[in-house]
């Protein structure tokens, strides 16, 4: 990261470090969790998609959440593991040949080409079920594992991530449908939400496309993103009102998190990235940038975030490293 | 059924009734749940498959049990609820292309061949995330949920359902090798568990391919059908010793009903069953009757509903119908 010497990155990295080893010990073959019932191919088509690191954001914010409202960051480490392990299945899923249909994820192959097409879904199924596992049977008390399940089957489920993952395919399909019409009445093809494409303007913001991107978004990555900072609060015992806080903050930071990551691929620099820029664009795909353009874009991604951290202002000190956190999000180069 | 005028008949009627109904409620457009951010091609998909039907045994197994530890009927149906779309999720994604590639399931057409498979794979996806969500959100109390939320999760896991579809396709696979060795060697090709077949005795009933064969159905059907036992268990509130007690009841009824499945596919009438017969041999599959033979097999199912019915004999009058269902496992014909 390009932020030498801070503490946030050095508290990222040890929360990173800390949550990679838990997710090994949960997946390990030896585990305390008695795997001996789980075929070794199994266990391994699991692991080699959940220990291929990354950001781990997700169960970062959990514990972020949970410290920021008083509680010990150990209590919150199921809820991150599971958090990870959901969006780790959403990846191995996707990837699928009837779904996105990539060879590569990161630079790594992706699970079926590995596995094999049954044993990544498998995989996915098991690691989707293995969450509500973790945190029913190691999150105290039985009201917050319960209430956690809740939550994160809702946001993970057929009207949150899901739910995304549909609307997001079938907007594509539309586009390819909508594309092929305007290719035979002569204009640009279209991929995505299916709407014509002027240039882009703040005076032309084309809501309809800006909301369909949006309803896109509030599902297959909002919610999930949103429900980590929920069940932070929830293993931190949070009462209902701290709690409608830190959703209202995790679905700012959620969305700015989208915009980073779109305007990232307009005018991020591809070394640091570790993959190329410009993607985006090429697949025609709808993002900020291309509806608002990069400055609109970026002051939108800004203005989330001043919302966000003025809502934990209330909770003070505990707050300081959940707050940094979001202010990074927009920060951030790669 | 063949039982005309029995109460249990019209007590199971009754019963698949009242969780169909319950069914179509959580999963219906305008269902309580304010699906409204559910895209309607997902909750389709979701229904035509969850609502296709069926015996219903798991979720009838979970009243029956809350019903034989005092329970009330109506607490334990979002556990029956959850059972049977993780029943049904299971069922989607065993028939897709990469897996079992079925077009048709008891006579109509799979969910991928209606849907496509991409909304298949997430149809799967959202019913099993939707267990969860209605069994820690609908089930009281708090710990009770947990609870549930936990059995369930390790039975249809990584270690349970999963394990036992992992390896039933890894056995497969084992067997085609050995199947194209033994016929380059001249003998007949074997499907399935990948050891030769010598004429099937009771004196020689081959343990390592009974064993194989065990361990299959222990966790491809025998941990999600004693789940549903427990669970049931769970939200009547049984103690430790009465849930030990309703395990091993469903571990022994699991296995009566995986061998009465396997003679009904050599004995049964193909009108009743509404499927052919003896296609189980004509896979070359593995099972009970072609491994310790049909009479040997019927003992073996009959010594277990024994088993099973002695062991809830404490539980008095409560348990009679469930008794009475384990007694009908082996008794059926269809």
Known sequence: MAMQGCTLEVDLVSLRELVHARLESYVAAASALDASDCPETLRAAMAYSLLAGGKRMRPVLVLLACEACGGAIESAIPAACAIEMIHTYSLIHDDLPAMDD?????????????????????AGDALLTLAFEVIA????????????????????????????????IEGEQRGEVEGRRLKDEGEDREVGIGVSAPQPSTLNPRPSALAQLEAIHRRKTGRLLTSAVTLGGRVGQADPDLLRRL?????????????????????GDAAKLGKGVGKDATLGKKTYPA????????????????????LLEPLGEKSRKLVELARFVTKRDH
Chains 1, 2 share one sequence.
């Open 102 to 122: 990539d060879d590569y994820r990161r630079g790594r192959l992706t699970n079926h080409k590995v596995f094999g097409e049954a044993m990544a879904i498998l």
């Open 137 to 168: 049977r190691d999150t105290q008390p039985a009201a917050v594992a319960a209430a956690c399940c809740a939550d994160l089957a809702s946001a993970a489920g057929w009207c949150g991530m899901v739910a995304g993952q549909v609307a997001d």
């Open 291 to 310: 509806l608002l353009g990069v400055e609109e874009s970026r002051r939108k991604a800004d203005a989330l975030i001043d919302e966000a951290c003025a």
């Open 247 to 267: 959703e209202e903050f995790g679905k700012r930071v959620g969305l700015a998190f989208q915009i980073a990551d779109d305007l990232l691929d307009v005018t």
